[in-house]
């Protein structure tokens, strides 16, 4: 079966610090991976998704970047975080490109910044 | 306007209730839908995948599709405390514009009181 794993779960950080969240997927290959923040009052915010190793599409601008170095692995960044990134991220994978509505999440990681 | 909406309530009901949850939608083109359950401080997890024909059941859980006034409802019959938490509906990705991403609702919250 198919588990996906966030960390940290819980994180605060200050103002202007680095930002690196990380997400696996074991027991799939190829997987679809997505990042989306979730602002209280809000509800969820795609982030980023990619469809292969290096392959990052961005959904909205911001301070914040994403990486795919393996095909199971997706992480996170920032080089400065914002008040306004506080927030909890979720990361999700989906199957293959064809199954881009069944999405699966992982934990999140609640993130404050001070 | 929104492509989709949905009260966020919250929502407090007896346990034993039947417990009515809904969401409207803006593009009639979608063809199934989804109904995620989040716990406080967890990934939302998927609870059922339903096609705008009709209705799907699966155990105390029905999800409803009404294409014509474009309103889908989930119906929660002997509601329990284990079924507090977030509902969060979902419309497909627009594949046909290269889209991958799946649209929520802001959730509603539900408290089943014992």
């Known amino acids: 079966s198919q588990t996906i794993h966030q960390w940290p779960a819980t994180l605060v950080q200050p103002v202007g610090s680095p930002l690196s969240l990380e997400c696996t997927v074991e027991g799939t290959s190829n997987p679809n991976l997505y990042w989306y923040r979730q602002a209280a009052g809000r509800g969820l915010q795609l982030l980023f998704y990619?469809?292969?190793?290096?392959?990052i599409s961005s959904e909205v601008p911001q301070n914040l970047s994403a990486s795919r170095p393996q095909d199971r692995q997706f992480i996170l960044s920032s080089k400065k975080l914002l008040l306004s990134d506080s927030g909890f991220y979720l990361c999700?994978?989906?199957?293959?490109?064809?199954?881009?509505?069944?999405?699966?999440f992982g934990p999140g990681t609640r993130l404050t910044v001070l | 306007q929104k492509e989709v909406e949905q009260d966020p309530g919250p929502l407090s009901v007896p346990e034993g209730a039947i417990v009515s949850l809904n969401c409207t939608y803006s593009n009639s083109a979608f063809q199934y839908f989804m109904w995620y359950r989040q716990y406080s401080r967890k990934g939302p997890e998927l609870l059922m995948y339903t096609y705008s024909s009709g209705n799907k059941e699966d155990g105390r859980f029905t999800a409803q599709v009404d294409k014509s006034s474009k309103y889908i409802s989930l119906f929660i019959r002997d509601s329990q405390p284990s079924d507090s938490a977030t509902y969060l509906c979902?419309?497909?990705?627009?594949?046909?514009?290269?889209?991958?991403?799946?649209?929520f609702g802001k959730g509603t919250k539900l408290s089943v009181i014992p």
């Open positions: 990619s469809v292969g190793i290096g392959q």
């Open positions: 999700a994978w989906s199957p293959d490109s064809r199954s881009t509505d069944t999405q699966y």
């Open positions: 979902a419309i497909p990705p627009d594949s046909g514009a290269g889209s991958y991403q799946l649209t």
